[in-house]
C-alpha cells in the first residue's frame, strides 16, 4: 500500500506518525509539503516538498507512484490544493479523505467580526481598533498595507515580504502558544483588536481566550469553501479508521467514530 498526504499541518504531522507505526512495514507513506515555510517539521516516512504542477499534475503523480489513497491534510486555508486534490483523485481513481480539524466557535463573552476575506477583515479594523495583533500569518499582509493609521505586531513563523504595513512590528515564533504568553503579548503591546484566520485546533486558539478575558474585538476571516461529495475525517486517529476500514472508502463516506 501507497499512501499520499498533502500535509504540512500538526495533523498531517500525527497522521504520518500514526501510519508508519500501524501500517504494514513494506507500506509506503508519503508526505508532501507545500515548502512556503523554511525549516519545517519533518513527518516520518519520505517526504517530498514542492507543488506538482495543479491537478493534472497531481493525478499523474498518483499514478506514476502507484498511490492507493490520498488524504488531504492541508491547512484549512490552502483551498486550491483542496480543490486540485478532488480533481486529480477522481481522474485518477485514488481513493480520497479530507482531513479538516473543527473551525473555531465564538463563546460566551466574545467579541467576534466574521469576514470573507483579508481584504474585508482590513477594511472593518479602523472602526475597531488602533493597535492590530495580526496573526494571519505572512503571506496575504497587502491587504493591510494601505493602513498607515494602524500599527501592527504580526506574528509568524518566517519573516514577511513587503508590501506590508509601514507601521509594523515583526515577531518570528512558532505554536503552540500558551495563554499566559498570549495575555503578555497583548498587554505589552497594549492590543486593542485581534485578526485571525478561523484555522481552528488548539495549537493556536489560546489568544481567543486572552482577547476575550480583556474585551477586545476579534476579526476571525472565515475558512475558503471546499469541495463537496467527499469524505471527511475531523481527527488523525479517524483518518486512519477510514483507511483501515474502508481501504480507501466511497466519496462521499464519513468515517465512523
Known sequence: ??????????????????????????????????GRVAGPRLPPGEVRVGGFGGAEGLAAWLRT???DALIDATHPFAGTISFNAATAA???????????RPGWVPGRGDDWHPVGSLEEAARALPALG???FLTTGRMGLAAFAGLDDL????????APEPPYPARMEVLLDRGPFGLDGERELIRRHR????????????????????????????????????????AVADTPERALDWLRGSGGGRTGDQPSG
Not at 4 to 33: I, Y
Not at 151 to 158: A, G, T
Request: hydrophobic share 50%; net charge positive; charged share 20%.
Open 1 to 34: 500500500m501507497h499512501v499520499l498526504v498533502l500535509g504540512g499541518t500538526t495533523e498531517g504531522r500525527r497522521l504520518a506518525e500514526l501510519l508508519v507505526a500501524a501500517l504494514p512495514e513494506d507500506a509506503r507513506v508519503t508526505s508532501s509539503l507545500a
Open 130 to 132: 488602533r493597535r492590530v
Open 191 to 230: 492590543v486593542d483588536v485581534l485578526v485571525t484566520k478561523d484555522s481552528g485546533g488548539a495549537a493556536t486558539a489560546p489568544k481567543l481566550a486572552a482577547a476575550r478575558e480583556v474585551g477586545i474585538p476579534v476579526v476571525v476571516v472565515r475558512r475558503p469553501p471546499v469541495p463537496e461529495g467527499i
Open 65 to 67: 507512484h502507484q498511490v
Open 90 to 100: 477522481s481522474a485518477a481513481h485514488v481513493p480520497l479523505l479530507a482531513l479538516r
Open 151 to 158: 500599527w501592527f505586531l504580526m506574528r509568524s513563523v518566517d
